[in-house]
T-cell receptor, first 114, second 111 residues
Framework: DVKVTQSSRYLVKRTGEKVFLECVQDMDHENMFWYRQDPGLGLRLIYF???????EKGDIPEGYSVSREKKERFSLILESASTNQTSMYLC?????????????FGPGTRLTVT | GEDVEQSLFLSVREGDSSVINCTYTDSSSTYLYWYKQEPGAGLQLLTYIFSNMDMKQDQRLTVLLNKKDKHLSLRIADTQTGDSAIYFC???????????FGTGTRLQVFP
């Protein structure tokens, strides 16, 4: 079974703190994605990576950065957390140009910024 | 840019059929997907349809695709309480690995 794990299920941080969200997948997938999920807005893509050290901006990259030093790990960084970054963060992975391009999701990290 | 829209809520009685609808704008979509998110969990692929198909059936699930109207629907027959979840429609364009997700439809099944 494909497994995507995220470092925390719940996180509470203060405004201005630097926040790291970690994601690890165990299926040797090339693609990894970070989304945020907000009620009424669905999933919005923040960043994605199709290879080690490669990254591309998604639809809402402002206030975020990412790091992919190893194929299995994709980190989302909030340089200076703000209250409008309170959200559910979902990581996903997929094979590059796979047959169906199914994305496999982690359980999510609910981040609260106070 | 591409856009995928869904209604936010649907409430059905146990045993009835549920129909969740989705509209999309990208005419170059290659695959269209339905993902299910149960409470406290990530998304899981439920079913998908290739853009050159009109219909796909998988046990209690029927996916209908109307390419002319860019309309996708998911029908769940004999809806059970375990089907209560958020259902996301997503589309994938040609030559990209990115998916565009809809807003999600929260399905509530009552006895």
């Amino acid at each position: 079974d494909v497994k995507v794990t995220q470092s925390s299920r719940y996180l509470v941080k203060r405004t201005g703190e630097k926040v790291f969200l970690e994601c690890v997948q165990d299926m040797d997938h090339e693609n990894m994605f970070w989304y945020r999920q907000d009620p009424g807005l669905g999933l919005r893509l923040i960043y994605f990576s199709y290879d080690v050290k490669m990254k591309e901006k998604g639809d809402i990259p402002e206030g975020y950065s990412v790091s992919r030093e190893k194929k299995e790990r994709f980190s989302l960084i909030l340089e200076s957390a703000s209250t409008n970054q309170t959200s559910m963060y979902l990581c996903a992975s997929s094979l590059r140009q796979g047959a169906v391009d199914e994305q496999y999701f982690g359980p999510g990290t609910r981040l609260t910024v106070t | 840019g591409e856009d995928v829209e869904q209604s936010l809520f649907l409430s059905v009685r146990e045993g009835d059929s549920s129909v969740i609808n989705c509209t999309y704008t990208d005419s170059s979509s290659t695959y269209l997907y339905w993902y299910k998110q149960e409470p406290g969990a990530g998304l899981q692929l439920l079913t998908y349809i290739f853009s050159n198909m009109d219909m796909k059936q998988d046990q209690r699930l029927t996916v209908l695709l109307n390419k002319k109207d860019k309309h996708l629907s998911l029908r769940i027959a004999d809806t059970q309480t375990g089907d209560s979840a958020i259902y996301f429609c997503a589309e994938k364009s040609y030559n990209t690995d990115k998916l565009i997700f809809g807003t999600g439809t929260r399905l509530q099944v009552f006895p």
